[in-house]
């Protein structure tokens, strides 16, 4: 695939979206065609189902229930839209990935890895991010941000302690692949952390 697949990642409120909008103007100003999506959602499958998943109105659900609707909104993201889109040469800047899943659900909700895998195998083998931008934050400023922004969602009323179990998933992948998941410091102004990610881009482009 000629194109290049940069995902968005951290906890609620550490400005992936704002970072995500961010770098894509500034690469279309270059010229790059750019494709913005997110996760789960991306297609119209995927979003009716980011909209069953996210809503308080839904109640509880059970943790395998959240992990393979995950998926399912993926596998559909990926043949839809992700894999056309690199084959066409576009940058694709996607908010959230599986690392979430491993921050969220494996992490968060505590289901084992080797479940993940098996679902990374079927949905998205040989797919793994170019680049992934973690940001990073404190819990707590973190929540706070995304606090006075939106009224929280189904899983953004977890408690702190699964965001801080999510938060050390992210800090694991990050020594574990650190070509791939780049740590930005989420307390940096959104234009400090376009130019960070843009030098980042440059770098492996
Ligand atoms: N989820 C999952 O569990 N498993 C999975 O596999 C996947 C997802 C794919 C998706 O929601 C939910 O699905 C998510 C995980 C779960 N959990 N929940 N809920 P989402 O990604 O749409 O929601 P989010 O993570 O809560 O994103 P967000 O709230 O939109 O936050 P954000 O994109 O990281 O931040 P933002 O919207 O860019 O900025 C938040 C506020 O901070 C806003 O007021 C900005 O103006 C401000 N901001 C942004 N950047 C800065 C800087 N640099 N300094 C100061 N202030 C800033």
């Known amino acids: 695939m000629s194109g290049i697949f940069i995902t968005f990642e951290g906890i609620e409120g550490v400005g992936k979206s704002t970072l995500q909008k961010g770098l894509a103007e500034a690469l279309e100003a270059q010229g790059y065609s750019v494709l913005l999506t997110r996760e789960p959602g991306g297609t119209k499958l995927g979003e009716k189902l980011r909209a069953a ?19 399912a909104a ?3 993201h990926v043949e839809e839209c992700i894999k056309p889109a690199l084959a066409a040469g576009k940058v694709v800047l996607c908010d959230r990935f599986t690392d979430t899943t491993r ?6 909700r505590g289901l084992p890895d080797a479940w993940l895998e098996q679902l990374i195998e079927m949905t998205h ?38 965001f801080e179990r999510a938060r050390e998933v992210y800090r694991n992948l990050a020594s574990a692949e650190p070509q791939r998941v780049i740590r930005l410091d989420a307390a940096s102004l959104p234009q400090a952390l376009i130019q960070q990610a843009l030098e980042v ?3 492996r482009v």
Do not use: H
Not at 53 to 70: N, Y
């Open 53 to 71: 998943i996210l809503s308080k109105e839904q109640g509880a659900v059970a943790p395998v229930a959240e992990l393979l609707i995950m998926f």
């Open 103 to 108: 921050a969220y659900q494996c992490g968060g």
């Open 74 to 76: 993926r596998a559909q």
């Open 201 to 203: 881009f440059r770098q």
């Open 125 to 162: 083998c040989g797919l793994t991010p170019d680049i992934s931008f973690w940001l990073d934050l404190p819990v707590d400023e973190a929540l706070g941000r995304a606090k006075n922004r939106s009224e929280a969602d189904r899983i953004e009323q977890e408690t702190k302690d699964f």
